[in-house]
C-alpha cells in the first residue's frame, strides 16, 4: 500500500473471514452517524488493502456515499488520532453516544470466531491477552454432530427387526 495518500473506498476489501456480524439495525446506525458527524472514526487495513478493523464502519460509509478513503501508514508504535475541530461540544457527545451504540448493536459470528480461534491458538495467540476467557466461548461455537457409532455387524432387515419411527412434521407414527 502506497505511502499517505487518499484511495477510493472502493479500493478496500471486506475482511472475508470478519468474526463480527453487522445487522442492518448495527450498519444504519453507523451510517446515520456518519450521515449527521462525517466520518470520524479510522479503520485498520492491511498492506493488501483488507479491512481487518472497521468492517461495519466500511460498509456503513459506503452506503452513506463516502467515496474516499485517507491512508495513514503506521507501525503500531503511535496511536493514530482523528481530530475533529469542526465538532460542537453538543455533537461531540451526541458522536460518543452515536458511536458506542453502534458497537453494541454487532455481534460475534459464531462459526468465524471459532475459526479465527483456532487459527490463532494453533499458531501460539494467547487469547486472554486480548482480553477473553476460556468461559466467554463456552456455548458460544455452533455443536459439533455427534453421530452414534457403527455397529460391527447389522441386522437383517425383515418384518420381524423392531422400529419405532415418526415423523417431525406431523407426529405419524410407525413401526
Known sequence: MPKDLTIGIDDLIPDPKNARRHSPKNIGAIESSIRAFGPARSIVIDGNGVVRAGNGTLEAAKRAGVKNVRIVHSTGEELVAVVRDDLS???AAAYALADNRASDLSEWDPKALQMAVEELTEAGAVLTDFGFSEGD???MFPPEKAYPESPDEFKEVGDDLETD???PKCG???S
Open 89 to 91: 461540544d453538543v455533537q
Open 137 to 139: 466461548f463456552t456455548g
Open 165 to 167: 419411527k415418526s415423523c
Open 172 to 174: 405419524y407414527r410407525w
